[in-house]
Structure formats: C-alpha cells, structure tokens
C-alpha cells in the first residue's frame, strides 16, 4: 500500500483498513508459530503498512 493511497482515504475508511491489517497481522503469526506461512515477507508488508495508517490517521486528527 502506497502513502499517496493511505492519503486518500477518509479517516473511517482508514480505520477499517486498519482492524482488516491487525486481523491479518494476527493470523500470519499463527502462521509462522505452526511453519505454515507461505508468503514470509507479508508479515513486514502489513507490519509497515500499520504504521503508515496509524501516521497518516494521527496527522489527519492533529490538523482537524
């Protein structure tokens, strides 16, 4: 996910966006707990992809 894109987007959209993130977050982890992971660099996609969301929603609510 681009910064450009996560700029877009209103700040309820981005919180959804964020709860989908976490939920994924979660399951990649049981899946590299029980060596069932296929895709392994996923878990650091979604884990930057999380702060991205988390700045862009700070900033939004900072200049609000």
Do not use: C, Y
């Amino acid at each position: 996910m681009k910064i450009a894109d996560v700029r877009g987007l209103t700040p309820d959209q981005l919180a959804e966006t964020l709860l989908n993130l976490k939920k994924e977050q979660f399951n990649l982890r049981f899946q590299a707990a029980t060596g069932q992971v296929e895709k392994t660099h996923r878990s650091s996609e979604v884990r930057r992809d999380i702060a991205r969301i988390k700045t862009v929603l700070r900033t939004k609510q900072a200049t609000a």
